[in-house]
């Protein structure tokens, strides 16, 4: 996720779709953007160049369906951005109008605000006339996922209290092209949850770690990241390892690099071959942090003869000889690093 920063408003927090987005990915993150909004400090890092071809592409399918409504003929208003209330205001009298469609409108209410892609209307009575409208949202996305339903759920929440009326669907304009409609009903409790979830942690923060997810990639902080994990000889510098793996690791008593390197014993409830390739690999010092996002592992820098060399050299002494490793007919299962296939 590109890195954006965390505002206030009038004194309190103001919490932005994006924000919950995050959140449900990474409470470091949120953390960190915290951090930085009531202490000041040190900003995240700039967007790389994938990230800046990221948004570059998704701000150009933004415009291509803006543009594409404006070839329909039909009306559209675009809210010029500048502070939240009054664009917020200007939202609102566009709305009150009637017009087809509005780009970029301003919703605010409470601890709640952003800038919502499209608000279209629709033939449903609501407290501004015998229309009402919805939410819709870019993205580049071939499909949507639960969190990605988030955007569109908070803005309808917001929306409803512009018009006095709930809207009932919400629209994502896919990068396919297609578009993608949601029962705002399906999504309600879980946004609503994930909503207070947040709320909570901003009122009152808990203790949080940096963990890899598939944000990392994307985001600001991961330089910040990657120096706790080496200051602390963390296990998720291990390479090819698991965030499942990590924390089993960790149950166990083994919680740095060197600890799993020096392990002399095996740990409850993991396959004794993924063991061996773990203590192999940080024996080695292979290093390369994991760059991951899944609970599955990404795949090993280690070229498949280069990893069983390792294997040979460094198993631990109490590893049972007959297990050598990928090719010796030992399945790993959902545990066997997908780098040794």
């Known amino acids: 996720m590109i890195w954006c920063m965390m505002r206030e408003l009038g004194g309190r927090v103001l919490l932005s779709a994006s924000d919950l987005m995050r959140f449900s990915g990474c409470h ?15 900003l995240p890092a700039g967007d790389d160049a994938e990230a800046r071809i990221l948004q570059a592409k998704g701000l150009a399918h933004e415009k291509a369906y803006l543009a594409k409504l404006k070839e329909s003929g039909r009306p559209v208003v675009e809210i010029r951005r500048g502070s939240m209330q009054d664009c917020a205001h200007a939202t609102r009298a566009a709305l009150a109008d009637g017009i087809d469609y509005v780009f970029q409108g301003a919703l605010h209410a409470g601890l709640w605000g952003g800038w919502a892609d499209f608000l279209e209307r629709v033939d449903r009575p609501s407290a501004l006339g015998t229309f009402s409208y919805e939410v819709a949202d870019t993205k580049l996305k071939r499909e949507i996922t639960p969190k990605h339903v988030l955007q569109p759920v908070v803005y309808s929440d917001l929306l409803a209290r512009v ?14 092209g297609k578009r993608a409609t949601i029962r705002l009903a399906d999504y309600a409790a879980y946004a609503r949850r994930a909503q207070r979830r947040l709320e909570g ?23 910040r990241c990657q120096e706790t994990w080496d200051r602390q000889d963390s296990l998720f510098n291990v390479a090819n390892i698991a965030r499942g793996q990590v924390m089993k690791l960790e149950d166990a008593g083994v919680r740095t690099m060197a600890e799993l390197a020096s392990l002399d014993h095996r740990i409850r409830g993991m396959a004794e071959a993924l063991l061996h390739n773990l203590v192999a690999l940080a024996r080695v010092g292979t290093g390369g942090a994991y760059v991951g996002g899944h609970e599955q592992a990404v795949t090993c820098p280690l070229p498949h003869d280069e990893l069983a060399r390792v294997q040979r050299v460094a198993a631990p002494a109490w590893f049972p000889a007959g297990l050598a490793g990928p090719g010796d007919g030992v399945a790993g299962g959902s545990e066997w690093p997908s780098g040794a296939k």
């Open 163 to 176: 018009q006095g009326r709930a809207p009932e669907f919400a629209h994502i304009e896919l990068g396919t």
């Open 201 to 223: 942690f901003v009122a009152d923060p808990w203790p949080t770690r940096p963990i890899p997810c598939s944000d990392c990639g994307l985001c600001g902080w991961a330089d």
């Open 28 to 42: 470091q993150a949120t953390a960190y953007d915290l951090q930085l909004l009531r202490d000041g400090g040190e």
